[in-house]
Every structure is written in C-alpha cells, then in structure tokens.
C-alpha cells in the first residue's frame, strides 16, 4: 500500500473485531511513527499501548465511570465553546450521518448516549493507545502530536490494520492518568482505537464528507 492509498482508505472506525494485534507489529509501526516531524526535534509525544488484562481492567473502570456521568475536569476544550459555520455544519453532518447509520434517531437520547459509551470501549477494539504530553508544552507542541498521530494511523492502515484517534479520552484526565500511572505535569491529550475493522457493521461504512478544494484552499500565484 503507497502513501495516497493509506491516506484515501484511512478513516475514523468504530466498531472492531477481536482479533489480536501482534505486540511486534505495534512496535514496528510505532517506532517508524517517530520519524514523525517535530519542530525543534522536541517529540513531545509520551505514547502509552493497554492491550490484554491491563486492557480489559481500564474497560471494566471506564463503566463504573462513564455511568457517573462526567465529573471530572477536562484537560482541554475538544471543540470551541461557539463554533461557527462551516465548522458546527460539518460536526453536525457527519455526527447526523453516522446515527442515521446506526438507525438511532435524533429523539432517542438514551441510545444515542449508550453508543457514545462505546468510546470508553474502544470500539471493542483489542489494543488502545494514548497519547499524552508535558503541560509545559504550547500549540506547536501539541501540532506535534497530531503529525505523530497520523503518521501512526497511515502505518496501521499500511499494515491493515484500522484506527480511531479518540480526544473523547481527555474528558476523564485525572481516571486515566491514574491508571496510566503519569507524573503530574503530564496532560493526557487522546486515545487511539487500534486493530481489525468489522467489515459488517453498518457504522463502517461511513466515510466522512470532506469540503470541496475551492473552499478550503487558496492558490496564490
């Protein structure tokens, strides 16, 4: 698989199978992940793999959590608190699109919170990774974090293997940085679903719209 092929079949999956993910395969698409780019060379990334028992004591922790409700403070604002058009309209339609997917309307918010749940899940997926980074660190830092990110996705896909970059994570900093045992200056910035997409699921079916090139680019000449 080259780079553009990586790129156009990459997409955000949220339902997984079980099958295993090899600790040598996450070692090797992690370590190349690090020829990311960072400025100044800094790589600022902390990056933390739970697979196994470690895995499934952070899934059973994030039930007795989740069904609390959110009571803890997030490390960070996922979305500014007034989004303006187009950006509130793509949220909207792509969040629109996966329920309708899901075949669970607008008025059902039970079931509509009982899906968002499975964030907590990974997605059933078999291995979760997490990113986190010192609070030291500033906006370029943090960009840093995304380019390692997606390198990591694109290398997963080169591997088949399928992802999803979850910032849903954040909103339970003090649980999971427990759990992931982090010093205190250390800020947990997003969660990662890794392994094998459910070809079934009517939820992976979706590949999100994208803005047309005339909207979002500018060729000045």
Known sequence: MDVQ?????????RDFLDTPVSEATLRKVIETATRAPSGGNLQPWHLHVAT??????????????VSKGFNEVPEYEIYPPKLQSPYRDRRFEIGELMYRQLDIPREDKVARFEWFKR???FFG???GLFCTVDDNMGPPQWSDLGMILQTIMLLLRAEGLDSCAQESWSVYPKTISEFLGLPEHRKVFAGMAIGYANPDSPVN?????????EEIVEFIS
């Open 205 to 213: 079916q979706i590949t999100s719209p994208r803005a047309p090139l």
């Open 5 to 13: 092929q990586a790129v156009q079949s990459r997409k955000s999956v």
């Open 52 to 65: 196994g028992d470690a895995l499934a004591r952070l899934k059973t922790l994030m039930q007795e959590k």
């Open 125 to 127: 997926a078999p291995v």
């Open 119 to 121: 964030n907590f899940e």
